[in-house]
């Protein structure tokens, strides 16, 4: 372990006594800094007080939304077409069963409040864009809360279907809700997840453990092919979550496809730490994960240089070492490939909504206290981020429809999280989220500062449409960091689902820009409206820009492990780490 120093007792007691209050503070709000939201709302409140121009446009545009819900109040009695007078929102939302009154005037009147608090929310002169920001979607969330979608009495899907089937629907929803709520108290997995235990339903490709230290196990895949490219792949996922998310069921993993594209594929397996390694840093991910496995790959596979893949934060990590080694010249990589990774964090998606000095000193002290971060308390964030009406809509289709829907493979995973060390998660937060060292060319590592733009190596970029996390606009900034020949592609699909896009998906798609045009430096949204749309997975796509930059095919079966490594002695895939809770 690398580490030198325990970040706990060089910070003295007085230092103590303020992690021990903030800790204290975010196990009550679950993590989130009160101070945080209410310098933000604050800052709104006042400057909205000192707009009179702001003021009067929420006035008169009060009064506007006011009469028109009278007016729509009065249309059934006029004859005249209810549609005319509905908000756009409205038009966009209502789903039929809502054109009836008194729902459609319940509906109406929801959606002029709700569009009232967004204006209110937004654009207020002076007020810092991040308070703008986590204002406004606060609003938003409350707003949603009280939507009449989400009560019996005003929906009227649930009073069809309770009338229908008697109330049997009202009765198995409250079966599901107190057997979810038993779940939650036990701290039980979602029903049904127990349906894909790794090993045996996920994680399922066969392979070996080749190398393990105390930080990663590297896992390396049986070829399924006669001929298999020099190069091999070696894959960094992210240490939020276990890596199988790019191994799941055997019909949509990402290893088992590259494998039977005449791949030899590696892959990390990150352990899943504890209290004991909490001064583990970013620096020991670096050293201790990738260039160990890069390492290890070049003592199985020597003399060829390697594809790297890295997915979400081991992306992030692999741009990292790429940097790094640039500037050593160490030339073993052969491309790199960067599926939904960050390179700058500008513009983070939904968790910068949270992440500001007073909410990263919140969390910091949370993880002094423990010595990690949870996976529970992080599993909090990112379930903040989803927007409330879609998590309504789940719980009126499950406590109030009484329908039940079976998780699939990648809910499961998603329900599989890991924790993270205390210094290394509070050094990403502060150096790479808060501070962007990376993209601002003041990252070090081993006391040197790396340039993104001493990447020469092809990169391959990956972005998702819906992506929360990691927009895809945010993953485009690679194109301004460094001058390597880049290849960008826009999947359908979210953060995870727009990755997991395996062939005969249906309804996937992906954009694409060819030949010269897709080597000019242009913004993404110039990009994309030069783009053309193919429909299907990404996956041919990427396989086919690898095969440019490897070697042809040759026969012949690689043995798994070093030269000289006695099979029996391997620890079959997936490996044990995966396996830690």
């Known amino acids: 372990m690398r580490s030198v120093r325990n970040w706990q007792t060089e910070e003295g007691p007085f230092q103590a006594l303020n992690h021990w209050k903030e800790a204290l503070i975010a196990q009550a709000t679950g993590g989130g800094s009160p101070a945080a939201f209410a310098l933000a709302l604050a800052d709104w409140w006042m400057h909205l007080c000192t707009a009179p121009g702001k003021q009067l446009k929420l006035g008169l545009k009060c009064g506007t939304e006011a009469a028109a819900l009278c007016r729509h109040a009065a249309l059934p009695w006029t004859g005249v077409n209810r549609s005319a007078s509905t908000p756009a929102a409205d038009s966009a939302q209502a789903p039929p069963a809502w054109q009836r009154e008194p729902f459609s005037l319940w509906w109406h009147a929801f959606q002029s409040a709700r569009l009232w608090w967004m204006d209110a929310t937004r654009d207020v002169p002076g007020v810092a864009a991040h308070h703008a920001d986590l204002v406004s979607f606060c609003a938003a969330q409350w707003c949603d809360m009280f939507s009449p979608a989400n009560f019996a009495w005003s929906n009227p899907v649930v009073l069809e279907r309770s009338l229908a089937e008697g109330g049997r629907n009202l009765i198995a929803g409250q079966m599901n809700f107190l057997a979810d709520l038993q779940r939650r108290l036990s ?75 005449g791949y030899t594929v590696f892959c990390i397996s990150w352990r899943n730490v504890d209290s004991r390694d909490r001064n583990l840093s970013l620096d020991d991910y670096l050293h201790m994960g990738f260039m160990a496995a890069l390492d290890a790959v070049c003592r199985i596979v020597p003399g060829c240089r390697v594809h790297a893949v890295g997915y979400c934060l081991g992306g992030t990590l692999l741009c990292i070492a790429a940097a790094a080694m640039a500037g050593k010249k160490d030339d073993r990589l052969a491309t790199l490939t960067l599926l939904a990774a960050q390179t700058d964090f500008t513009e983070p998606g939904g968790l910068g909504l949270y992440i500001d000095a007073s909410e990263v000193y919140l969390l910091e002290s949370l993880m002094w206290a423990q010595g990690y971060l949870s996976a529970g308390q992080m599993s909090a964030a990112f379930q903040s981020l989803r927007p409330v009406s879609d998590t309504a809509a789940r719980a009126v289709r499950r406590y109030l429809l009484g329908e039940h829907t079976a998780p699939n493979d990648l809910m499961a995973w998603n329900a599989d999280s890991t924790r993270m060390p205390y210094r290394m998660h509070a050094e990403y937060l502060r150096k ?94 110039e990009w994309a409206a030069g783009s053309s749309l193919r429909a299907g997975s990404w996956w041919p796509d990427w396989h086919a820009w690898l095969d440019a930059y490897s070697g042809p095919a040759q026969p012949g079966l690689r043995p798994l492990g070093e030269p000289g490594a006695i099979r029996a002695s391997l620890t079959p895939a997936p490996g044990l780490f995966v396996l830690q809770n």
Not at 490 to 495: D, I, M, P, V
């Open 187 to 261: 701290h039980a997995p979602e029903e049904g997840t127990e349906r894909f235990q790794v090993g045996k339903d996920v994680a399922v490709t066969p392979g070996a453990v080749v190398f393990r230290n105390h930080l990663i196990e590297l896992i390396q895949y049986e070829p399924s092919t006669a001929t298999a490219h020099p190069e091999p792949i070696l894959i960094t996922p992210a240490w939020i979550m276990k890596y199988y998310v790019l191994d799941l069921s055997p019909g949509n993993s990402l290893i088992r496809h590259l494998v039977a594209q």
């Open 432 to 525: 790479l989220f808060l501070n962007n060292e990376l993209a601002d060319g003041r990252y070090q590592v081993d006391g040197r500062i790396i340039a993104l733009r001493n990447i020469r190596v092809p990169i391959y970029a990956l972005g998702t449409e819906n992506d929360r996390i990691a927009p895809w606009q945010s993953i485009y900034k690679i194109h301004y960091q460094t001058d390597a020949d880049i290849r960008f592609v826009l999947a359908s699909g979210g953060h995870n689902a727009g990755v997991v896009s395996e062939p005969g998906h249906p309804g996937r798609w992906h954009r694409v820009r060819q030949g010269e045009m897709d080597r000019l430096r242009v913004g993404p949204d």
